[in-house]
C-alpha cells in the first residue's frame, strides 16, 4: 500500500514536472582545494535567479536543476572562497569544484565572508551546525577541546552538569538523543564519567544537531539527532598532526591511497590522569590505573565520479584498575561501510552497513569476593538511502532501515571460592525497521514545505522467557518463544513537517511539527551517568516513549547577513515515559521490567540566539527560558513536577577574537538554573540513626549555575614544513563553586543537631596548556 | 555489586578532584508532626519494643516528640494478642515474649482516632559465623582497618539481611541491608565499609572491638533498608533521588515493623 502510494506520487512529481520550462541538471561534488575533503553544507546558488539554490549532501554532492540559459553559478562555505563560474546550460551538466580554505591562503578569518542567507531561505528549523574552527576555539576544561560540552552552549540544549557530558534537548531527558558517528549509534558518548566525550576533534569534520522539525530519514530517539561526520582523509599530501596536552595527548595522520582518489585518516588519542595517581601516598591509589584511549579511522576509494565506497570506524576504552583489587572497562566500536552510487545527476544513492557496540566489564580480584560480570549491546543496521531531485521545486528523500539489537544485560562469571554465584541474564534480540519519504517542495519563492513520513516497526523477537508483569510488579503472565519469533511488535506512524515562508531577503517564520518514537531505553536509578547504566527495549510491558513536538520561529539577519538572529517557541508532549519504582534494583536483574513505572511528560520554552558570524570578533548569546515536567501516578501524588533536566533559565556567551594574525583569544560565559532536587522537610529516628523525611519530588533547586572560561591560541611562525600552536585556557576564571551533591547528615561539630554539605568538583581554576603541531 | 560502583566513582575522584565540601545553610520546607512507627519483635525471650513518635523540622536538635497514650499490640498468627504498655512516654513494651521463626506477627497501633497495621514473617535463623578484619584496600596510609562478616547463605530460599555495626558501642551510621540475589547458597564474606563523609578520619582502627548485629529480615523490611541504603549513597557519583520508604503499615507512615532474628558478635580489631 504504502509502495503505491509513493509509486503515484513520484509519478505525480515527474509528470508535473515534465509539462514545465525546458530545464537541466547541475550537479558534482565540493571539496576542499588542499585537503580534498569533500565539504558538507557548502551552498550552490544561481546569481542571476535569487530563489534558485542548494547545498551540498553528507556526502559534498549537490544537485540543480534550472531552466536553459546563462548563468552565473557562486559556490560558498564558510571560512573559504568564494567561487563564481559562469554556466552555460543546454544540457546536463556535472561541476565538480575545490574551495580553498582562507586560512590557506594565510591570511586571518576577518574579511567578510560571502554573506549568505541559508537560515533564512530554508524551511528548516531547530537545527545547530558547528563548524570544526568555532569548536577549536570555545575553551573547555582541562584544554581537551569537545564536541559535547560545545553543544551545550546552544540554545535548547542544556549541559547535565559538572562531571557529566550527557545533554538534555528540549526538555528530553539524555538517553533521548540518538548520537551517531558516521551512521553508527554511540550508546554511550562519554568518557572517564562524563569529563570527556567520546568524540576527538581531531577526527570529525561536521556536527549537525536537530532539536525539532526532524527530517524524515532521522528517527529512533525522542529529542534530537546529533549527526557527527568523520574527515574522510586528505588525499592529496600526507599530513601528520598532534597535540600533547596536560593530561591527553593526539596524533593523527593522513595522506593520500591513490593521489585524488582515496585516502585514509587515522586518529588517536590517550589520557594519562593516572600518572597524577603515582604521586598518591596512598599504595592503593599508587598502584591503580585510570585512562581512555580512543582511535578513529577512515578510508575511502573513488573508482569514478558515480562511484564510492568509504570505510570508517571508531574505537574506545575507559580502563580503571584499583591494584590488584578490583577493575573495569568499558567503550563503544563502531563499523560503517558506505557505497556511495550517483545513478544520474538527479538520484545520488548512499548504502550503509553499520556495526555498532557498547560493552562493560568489572572484575574484582578479592579472593573470597571474586568475580566478573559483564554486559553489552550490539547494533547490525542496513541503510539505503536516496535522493532524488524532481524538476527544481522537489527534492525527495526515501530509503529504509533495518536495524537488529542484541542486548546482553548481564552475565556474571565466578569461581569456587568467592562469594558470588554465576549467573546470566537472557539476551534480548529485536529489530528496529523503518522506512521513510520526505519532500523538500518549494511551493513559491516565498514558501517552501518540508514534509514528510515515517514509517518505525519494532520487533521484540525470541528466544527467551517474557513476562508480563501487573501494576505492583507481580508476573501477571510469562511465556516461551522460540529462537525468530515475534514476541510483541509496535508500529508507529511519524509525520514530520516544516515550513518555512520567506518575509524578504533578511527575515522568514518558519513552523514544524514532528512525531517521533523510541524503542530502546536507558534505565538508571543514580542521579549522574553510569558506565553501567542498563538499555532496555520496548517489550509486553514497556510500549514505545512517543513525544509530539510544535515549534514556530521568526529568523532575522541583519547586517547583510553578518549577523543571525533567531527566535523559536517549541511544545512537546511526552508519552509512555519510564521511571523506577523506589528502591529498584536494576543491576543483573532479570526481572528489572518489574520495577519501571510509567507516566507522561511535557516541555515547553522560548529560544533566542543572536550570532556574529564574522570577522575580527564573533560569537553568540544564547538564552533559553523553559520548562520541563513530568507526571507519574506513583510520584508526587499524580502531578506534574518538574522533571531533573528542567532549567528555567539558560544563557550562554561565546566570544572569539582576533587580535592579530597569530593571536586570538576566547571566553565563555554559562548561566544556568539549578537542577530541581528532592530534599528533606523533616527528620526522624529509625534503626538508631536519623532519617529524613520527604514531601514532593524534586521541589527544591540546587543553586544557579556559572562559570568564564577563557582561552587564549598563540600560532606559530610560518614555516614551509610544519606549523606549531599553543593553546592556553582556564576552566573557571572566578572559581564558582557548582554543588555537584549535597548530602544531609548529623553534625560533627554541634552535637544533636543536622547539617547539609554540598560537594561541588572544580572549586578552583583549572589551567591547561596544549601544545599543537602540524606537518 | 553496588559497593563497586561507588569503589569506581571512589577511585576517580579521590586524584583528579579537589572535591571541597563545605557546610551549607539551606531553606528547607516543614512537613513535620507526622507520625513515626518503629516496631520490632524479635526471636531472643525479653521485652519487645514498638517506639511511636513525631518527625521534626531539620533545623531542630534530634529530639524527637513521643506519642503517648496509644493502644498498641502485636498478635501471632494464631490470633493470641500480646498488649504492650507505655513504659516511659513513647516507648511501649510487652511482657517478655520471643517470636519464632515463620510466625506471621501483625501490630495494631491506634492513636488519635486512627488505627495503624503492619504484618512481618519472622525467618529462619541464618549463623553469623565470623567476623574478621583486615587493612582496608583505601587509605592504606591511614591504616584503617576493614570488617568482614562471614555466613553460610542457604541454597534455594531467598534470604534478606540487615547488619547492624558498633564500633567501640557507637553505632556506624551506615545502612548495611543485602539479600542473596549474587550469592545464594554461597559462604558468604561482605565487607561492612565505613565511610562518614563529615570525618576522613572515621573508621576503623587497630584496638578497635567492633560488635556486628546481624537480623534475618523480610522482603518488605528489606526493601524499606536497602531503599534508604541507596539513598544514603548520596554523595559523588550522585545517589537515587530520595523518596520515604516503601513502608509495610497501612494507612502509609512514616517507619516499619519489623519481626526478625537477632544475634551478635564481636571482636577487637587486630
Known amino acids: 500500500m504504502t509502495k503505491s502510494l509513493l509509486s503515484v506520487f513520484l509519478f505525480s512529481l515527474i509528470t508535473l514536472s515534465a509539462f514545465a520550462q525546458k530545464r537541466h541538471i547541475i550537479s558534482g561534488t565540493i571539496k576542499d582545494a588542499s585537503t580534498g575533503e569533500t565539504l558538507i553544507g557548502a551552498t550552490i546558488r544561481v546569481k542571476e535567479l535569487s530563489s534558485v539554490g542548494t547545498a551540498t549532501n553528507n556526502y559534498g554532492f549537490y544537485s540543480l536543476s534550472v531552466p536553459d540559459g546563462n548563468y552565473t553559478l557562486l559556490f560558498t562555505y564558510i571560512g573559504y572562497e568564494t567561487i563564481s563560474r559562469p554556466v552555460s546550460i543546454q544540457h546536463d551538466q556535472a561541476i565538480n569544484l575545490a574551495l580553498s580554505s582562507k586560512s590557506d591562503l594565510q591570511e586571518v578569518v576577518i574579511s567578510a565572508n560571502r554573506p549568505n542567507n541559508d537560515q533564512i531561505a530554508s524551511p528548516q528549523m531547530g537545527v545547530e551546525r558547528l563548524n570544526m574552527t568555532q569548536i577549536n576555539q570555545v575553551p573547555v576544561v582541562l584544554g581537551e577541546k569537545d564536541i559535547l560540552k560545545t553543544i551545550t552552549l546552544m540554545p535548547g540544549v542544556k549541559s547535565g552538569g559538572e562531571g557529566n557530558s550527557g545533554f538534555y534537548v528540549r526538555g528530553g531527558a539524555s538517553d533521548q538523543n540518538l548520537i551517531m558517528l558516521d551512521e553508527a549509534t554511540v550508546y554511550n558518548a562519554s568518557h572517564l564519567f562524563g569529563f570527556f566525550s567520546t568524540f576527538n576533534s581531531d577526527a570529525i569534520k561536521d556536527v549537525s544537531l536537530y532539536k525539532g522539525g526532524m527530517p524524515a530519514e532521522y528517527g529512533g530517539r525522542l529529542s534530537s539527532v546529533l549527526d557527527i561526520k568523520m574527515n574522510d582523509g586528505n588525499n592529496k599530501d600526507f599530513t601528520v598532526q598532534g597535540g600533547l596536552g596536560l593530561i591527553a595527548s593526539r596524533l593523527k595522520v593522513e595522506g593520500p591511497l591513490v593521489k585524488d582518489k582515496g585516502s585514509f585518516m587515522i586518529s588517536a588519542r590517550r589520557t594519562y590522569i593516572d600518572f597524577f595517581l603515582k604521586a598518591s601516598k596512598d599504595s592503593t591509589i599508587k598502584g591503580s590505573k585510570l585512562y581512555f584511549y580512543d582511535v578513529n579511522a577512515k578510508a575511502n576509494y573513488h573508482f569514478d565520479d558515480h562511484n564510492a565506497i568509504f570505510l570508517s570506524g571508531y574505537f574506545g576504552k575507559d580502563v580503571l584498575g584499583l591494584k590488584n583489587l578490583f577493575g573495569t572497562n568499558w567503550g563503544n566500536s563502531t563499523g560503517t561501510v558506505r557505497f556511495n552510487h550517483i545513478f544520474s545527476s538527479k538520484l545520488f544513492s548512499n548504502t550503509s552497513v553499520v556495526f555498532s557496540n557498547y560493552n562493560y566489564a568489572i572484575q574484582s580480584f578479592l579472593s573470597d569476593n571474586s568475580f566478573k560480570a559483564t554486559s553489552q549491546i550490539t547494533d547490525f543496521n542496513l541503510k539505503e538511502d536516496l535522493q532524488y531531485t524532481v524538476g527544481n521545486n522537489h527534492r525527495l528523500k526515501f530509503g529504509v532501515n533495518i536495524l537488529h539489537h542484541s542486548i546482553a544485560p548481564g552475565n556474571i562469571t565466578t569461581d569456587a571460592s568467592s562469594s558470588f554465584n554465576a549467573k546470566s541474564i537472557e539476551k534480548r534480540y529485536g529489530y528496529e525497521n523503518a522506512a521513510y519519504v520526505s519532500d523538500d517542495w518549494k511551493v513559491s519563492d516565498k514558501l517552501t514545505i518540508l514534509y514528510g513520513l515515517r514509517l518505525s516497526a519494532f520487533s521484540l523477537i525470541g528466544p527467551g522467557t517474557f513476562k508480563t508483569y501487573d501494576a505492583a510488579g507481580k508476573v501477571a503472565d510469562s511465556a516461551s518463544y522460540a529462537s525468530g519469533a515475534s514476541v510483541k511488535s509496535y508500529f508507529n506512524l511519524e509525520p514530520r513537517f516544516s515550513a518555512g515562508y520567506q518575509l524578504n531577503d533578511a527575515s522568514s517564520v518558519k513552523v514544524s511539527y514532528n512525531r517521533n518514537t523510541q524503542n530502546i531505553h536507558l534505565l538508571t536509578n543514580s542521579t549522574t551517568s553510569s558506565p553501567t547504566d542498563l538499555y532496555v527495549m520496548s517489550s509486553n510491558n514497556i510500549k514505545p516513549e512517543i513525544a509530539d513536538q510544535v515549534s514556530a520561529g521568526w529568523f532575522r539577519n541583519f547586517k547583510d547577513n553578518l549577523f543571525e538572529f533567531s527566535a523559536e517557541l517549541y511544545y512537546k508532549w511526552l508519552q509512555n515515559q519510564i521511571d523506577y519504582k523506589d528502591g529498584a534494583q536494576l543491576i543483573a536483574n532479570q526481572d528489572v521490567e518489574s520495577q519501571l513505572t510509567y507516566g507522561s511528560g511535557r516541555a515547553y520554552g522560548l529560544e533566542l540566539f543572536l550570532k556574529k558570524k564574522y570577522g575580527r570578533f564573533n560569537g553568540w548569546i544564547g538564552y533559553t527560558l523553559s520548562r520541563t515536567e513530568n507526571k507519574f501516578a506513583a510520584i508526587n501524588e499524580g502531578k506534574y513536577y518538574p522533571a531533573r533536566q528542567d532549567r528555567t533559565h539558560d544563557l550562554s556567551v561565546v566570544g572569539i577574537y582576533q587580535l592579530t594574525k597569530r593571536w586570538s583569544f576566547s571566553g565563555s560565559f554559562i548561566y544556568q538554573t539549578g537542577s530541581a532536587v528532592t530534599y528533606p522537610t523533616g527528620k526522624y529516628n529509625v534503626g538508631g540513626l536519623t532519617t529524613f523525611s520527604y514531601s514532593e519530588r524534586n521541589g527544591y533547586r540546587k543553586p544557579a549555575n556559572n562559570r568564564l572560561d577563557i582561552g587564549a591560541t598563540l600560532e606559530g611562525k610560518q614555516h614551509k614544513r610544519y606549523h606549531s600552536s599553543w593553546t592556553f585556557s582556564i576552566y573557571n576564571v572566578y572559581a564558582h563553586r557548582d554543588p555537584y551533591s549535597i548530602t544531609f547528615r548529623d553534625s560533627k561539630t554541634i552535637p544533636n543537631t543536622t547539617e547539609a554539605a554540598e560537594t561541588s568538583i572544580f572549586a578552583t581554576q583549572i589551567p591547561s596548556i596544549t601544545w599543537n603541531f602540524k606537518f | ?270
Not at chain 2, 555489586?1 to 566513582?9: D, E, G, Q, R
Not at chain 2, 504492650?84 to 495494631?108: C, D, H, R, V
Not at chain 2, 531503599?227 to 517507619?255: E, F, H, K, Y
Request: charged share 15%.
Open chain 2, 1 to 270: 555489586m553496588k559497593t563497586f560502583k561507588s569503589y569506581i566513582i571512589l577511585l576517580f575522584l579521590l586524584p583528579v578532584i579537589c572535591s571541597c565540601t563545605k557546610v551549607v545553610n539551606l531553606n528547607l520546607g516543614n512537613n513535620t508532626g507526622k507520625l513515626v512507627i518503629e516496631g520490632n519483635l524479635t526471636n531472643v525471650f525479653g521485652a519487645q519494643v514498638v517506639k511511636l513518635s513525631e518527625n521534626v523540622p531539620f533545623s531542630n536538635t534530634n529530639t524527637y516528640p513521643p506519642v503517648t497514650g496509644a493502644s498498641v499490640m502485636v498478635a501471632d498468627a494464631a490470633g493470641i494478642s500480646y498488649p504492650f504498655t507505655e513504659t516511659t512516654p513513647g516507648t511501649y513494651t510487652a511482657n517478655p515474649l520471643a517470636g519464632i521463626s515463620g510466625g506471621k506477627y501483625t501490630m495494631t497501633v491506634v492513636t488519635g482516632s486512627k488505627t495503624y497495621t503492619a504484618s512481618s514473617v519472622m525467618q529462619a535463623v541464618i549463623a553469623l559465623d565470623s567476623l574478621s578484619s583486615r587493612d582496608d584496600d583505601f587509605n592504606t596510609s591511614k591504616h584503617k582497618k576493614l570488617v568482614t562478616v562471614h555466613y553460610q547463605d542457604p541454597a534455594g530460599v531467598v534470604n534478606q539481611y540487615r547488619f547492624v555495626m558498633f564500633v567501640n558501642k557507637v553505632q556506624v551510621k551506615s545502612i548495611y541491608a543485602f539479600n542473596d540475589d549474587f550469592n545464594d547458597g554461597r559462604a558468604v564474606a561482605i565487607d561492612l565499609r565505613v565511610n562518614d563523609s563529615g570525618d576522613r578520619d572515621f573508621g576503623i582502627y587497630a584496638g578497635d572491638t567492633v560488635t556486628v548485629e546481624m537480623q534475618c529480615i523480610d522482603k518488605p523490611i528489606y526493601t524499606y533498608w536497602y531503599t534508604l541504603m541507596q539513598q544514603g549513597d548520596n554523595g559523588p557519583g550522585g545517589g537515587v533521588t530520595p523518596a520515604d520508604p516503601p513502608t509495610n503499615i497501612t494507612p502509609t507512615s512514616l517507619g516499619y515493623f519489623s519481626a526478625h532474628t537477632t544475634q551478635s558478635r564481636t571482636i577487637v580489631v587486630k
